[in-house]
């Protein structure tokens, strides 16, 4: 994250658990973050991939929908996460619990209403390269290998 000038890393998970990597729960970034340089900043209970919407859910097929960010909470959500990165000394990093952006909600539901509002959102992959949400999008509607 700092290769990336990274100063902000934005928790994103609705619930901000991890069973396998207990490092990644949140109380321990709260505490493990702020010593490397970086500020931790929970916004899970506003840009959130499972949610009190019956809508959202771990199934990523199921948040495709756009009128998601229609709802109050996750504009309220976008809307802070914007003025947050108008600061030009702010570089965010949205984290959650998933490796892969074309399965989670960052690229799902998060990338489009970004791109929508003119901002381009970056995944960084497990080599911590970027990689444009255009590019995740692209790659995620490849078709599907028949089976028959």
């Known amino acids: 994250m ?49 949610a009190d919407s019956p809508v959202l859910c771990k199934d990523p097929e199921a948040v495709e929908l756009p009128p998601l960010f229609d709802e109050p909470k996750l504009a309220l959500g976008l809307d802070r996460l914007l003025k ?22 960052r690229s799902r539901l998060l990338g489009p209403a970004l791109l929508a509002r003119g901002v381009e959102l970056m995944h960084l992959n497990d080599q911590g390269e970027p990689i444009p949400q255009r590019t995740v999008e692209a790659e995620s509607v490849a078709p599907q290998a028949s089976l028959f």
């Open 2 to 50: 700092k290769r990336h000038r990274v100063t902000h890393l934005v928790d994103v998970r609705s619930v901000p658990q991890s069973s396998y990597w207990t490092d990644f729960r949140r109380e321990n970034l709260e505490r493990l973050v702020p010593p490397t340089g970086l500020r931790y900043v929970y916004m899970g209970d506003t840009l959130g991939g499972i």
């Open 84 to 105: 947050a990165a108008e600061s030009e000394d702010r570089f965010l990093c949205l984290t959650c619990g998933c490796l892969r952006p074309h399965r989670c909600h």
